[in-house]
């Protein structure tokens, strides 16, 4: 199924899910349509067992899949948007803050902090797609930004778990410079000779795929996670044509040389370990490297 | 130079454009009679000077976007040619092909030799198509990121203009990693050991704009925009209708003065009045002086200092509240 069409349906389902989340005990699956039930889909870590369909899950949820358990320290907790521009479309954006905050019980669109994998220390950001969509404005761009200044400082990996519907137009420019701020502060890891991990979840587009997101030394995508920079529907209306099947799924970009693995979740802690592991255990990386410039 | 005659004017500068075309005939037939007509066109050009003001004081963001996107505007190629003594232009990113949205090359001031880059829109419909209307594929930022490169290893100054929609937003652009390739040059560029200076001199469109933008100095021309979509595109998302671009423009905050108020730009470039295309070779001689003292100032720190502030201006972007 294409991301539109994945979206079309998919958006839907999450939402009728939303609703009525006491009583409801059972979703559809946007890959195959089969009755999956909650308890099932909370043991089988939110995959569906008949089509290894990823749904989302919440930022909790990632903490208690890779941290080792009372490993988790948030970090950056008290920074929240304010509205620099004074935005209004149909809706005031501090109007959109309030409602987000409501919804997610987060001050923004990802939560950073430290914590062990297998006993490794990393320093991690796990975006939230339920805050306005996972976009990134002021308050994403500094809380990467000191998360990866955080892992300089310990000497430890850095890990981002992307989702996010690109960059926030309500901040507009300022949103825009949050690309470059992170993408900056990753040139810095690169000099102390800190590596940096990318997951790419469902779905990552825009400004977030156009910075760390894709830059991470190894690049990890969730099974049938779509990414891109353009969205499909302006791509679309661009070349007027459908797009094909599969265009900027996970499997797509790896063929295309963009992902280095796909990984299910249920064997993203160990494989995450082991790259870590990989990545630190040749060398001491608590001594700082010489700068490269 | 192109051939201007059947470029359009924008209809809030006709009334200046028209006056100024009666001071000319005016001036045409009087020496043709033999008259003087000194006090009349001394007269109508103290008009004109009043409502250039009257109208270019109070633009609002809807008209500069049309100045930012004017046919008439000075390009990348026009400011190479205007800007620097000596030009040679280098292509292709050594890995697909050669991307014509932007253009690069070798150019000198006097004995002061840098690196230029910019995003290169065309004039019209044939020139555009060449040019896909300035919105680069990945091999146009990865052959911007091979210069940027080779200057670094010959310790020379990159000189970047930014004038784009944006990034191509297409299969092949997306096959070939159209994010990645943005992504890379931002942090790249952060780490580039010599000195780099932006001119928005356009259209700044979303990231394919800032993936020629993180520099030293970076400087919004006055009539330029830069924004994190283009205004057509916030519309028909948050809006869902293409013509509301101009009420996106105006919430977007676009101005080369919001910028600056956002703390997103070092500075504005004063345009002449009427605009930068009403004198392009006034903007580039702007430019030019520009450039000649930044790349002073620029070279006289060690390169750490260079890019350890370099770091700390984006680093210092965004406004949030910290409890
Ligand atoms: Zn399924």
Redesign the interface.
């Given at each position: 199924m294409s991301w539109l069409n994945q979206a079309k349906k998919g958006i839907k389902s999450l939402t009728e899910q939303k609703k009525d989340v006491p009583e409801k005990l059972w979703s559809k699956c946007p890959g195959c349509g089969e009755v999956l039930y909650h308890k099932e889909l909370e043991r089988n870590m939110w995959v569906c067992t008949g089509c290894n369909h990823h749904l989302r899950i919440s930022t909790d949820y990632y903490i208690k899949l890779l941290a080792d358990e009372n490993s988790w320290h948030e970090t950056h907790?008290?920074?929240?948007?304010?509205d620099?521009?004074g935005?209004?479309?149909?809706k005031k954006y501090s109007d959109r803050i309030a409602a987000s905050e409501k919804k997610t019980g987060r001050n923004d669109a990802i939560v950073t902090g430290r914590c062990e994998i297998n006993k490794l220390p990393v320093c991690i950001g796990i975006m939230d797609f339920d805050f306005m969509g996972g976009s990134m404005?002021?308050?994403v761009?500094?809380k990467i930004?000191r998360m990866l200044q955080d892992a300089v400082k310990n000497r430890e990996v850095a890990i981002i778990i992307s989702r996010s519907g690109g960059?926030?137009?309500q901040?507009?420019?300022?949103?825009?410079?949050?690309?470059?701020?992170t993408?900056?502060?990753?040139?810095?890891l690169?000099?102390e000779g800190i590596p940096y991990i990318s997951i790419l979840t469902n779905p990552t587009y825009?400004?977030v795929?156009?910075?760390?997101?894709?830059?991470g030394d190894v690049i990890i995508a969730e099974p049938g996670a779509f990414?891109?920079?353009?969205?499909p529907r302006?791509?679309e209306q661009?070349?007027n044509a459908e797009?094909?099947e599969g265009?900027?799924s996970a499997e797509?970009l790896m063929d295309?040389?963009?992902v280095d693995m796909i990984v299910s979740r249920k064997h993203l802690r160990d494989k995450l370990s082991d790259t870590i592991s990989w990545m630190v255990d040749g060398r001491d990386i608590s001594v700082q490297q010489p700068?490269?410039? | 130079m192109m051939d201007f005659k059947k470029t359009p004017w924008l209809d809030f500068e006709k009334p200046i454009v028209e006056l100024e075309e009666r001071i000319r005939t005016l001036e045409d037939s009087a020496s043709l009679r033999g008259l003087d007509v000194s006090e009349e066109v001394s007269k109508l050009k103290t008009q004109v000077s009043k409502l250039s003001k009257d109208i270019f004081d109070n633009l609002d963001p809807w008209q500069r976007v049309q100045l930012a996107r004017h046919p008439r505007r000075p390009t990348t190629n026009d400011y190479i040619g205007l800007v620097f003594d000596k030009f040679q232009e280098l292509h292709g990113d050594r890995a697909f092909r050669d991307d014509a949205a932007i253009v690069g090359g070798m150019a000198w001031i006097d004995d002061l030799a840098v690196m230029v880059i910019g995003h290169q829109k065309g004039r019209d419909t044939k020139s555009n198509i060449f040019r896909n209307f300035g919105m680069a594929n990945p091999e146009g930022y990865r052959k911007a990121l091979r210069l940027m490169r080779m200057a670094a290893r010959s310790g020379r100054p990159v000189v970047t203009f930014i004038d784009t929609p944006g990034a191509y937003p297409g299969i092949g652009a997306e096959e070939r990693g159209q994010g990645e390739a943005i992504a890379r040059n931002l942090r790249e560029m952060a780490g580039m050991p010599i000195p780099i200076i932006v001119f928005v001199n356009g259209e700044g469109g979303s990231g394919g704009a800032l993936a020629l933008g993180v520099g030293d100095k970076v400087y919004m021309l006055e009539n330029s925009i830069y924004s994190v979509i283009s205004p057509e595109g916030c519309a028909a998302i948050l809006w869902r209708d293409r013509a509301k671009a101009a009420d996106a423009a105006n919430a977007m905050k676009i101005t080369a003065e919001d910028a600056l108020r956002l703390g997103a730009i070092d500075d504005i470039l004063t345009e002449p009045v009427g605009g930068a295309h009403r004198n392009h070779a006034a903007t580039a001689a702007t430019i030019r002086e520009t450039i000649i003292r930044d790349v002073a100032e620029l070279t006289s720190t060690t390169t750490r200092d260079l890019l350890d502030k370099r770091l700390d201006k984006f680093l210092s972007m965004g406004i949030f509240d910290e409890d």
């Open positions: 907790k008290g920074i929240r948007s304010k620099p521009l935005f209004k479309d149909s404005g002021s308050v761009g500094e930004a960059a926030r137009m901040e507009s420019l300022l949103s825009l410079m949050q690309m470059a701020k993408s900056a502060m990753l040139n810095r690169r000099e825009g400004g795929t156009a910075s760390y997101s894709t830059l990414v891109g920079f353009a969205g302006v791509i661009t070349i797009l094909p265009f900027q797509f295309h040389g963009m700068l490269r410039a | -």
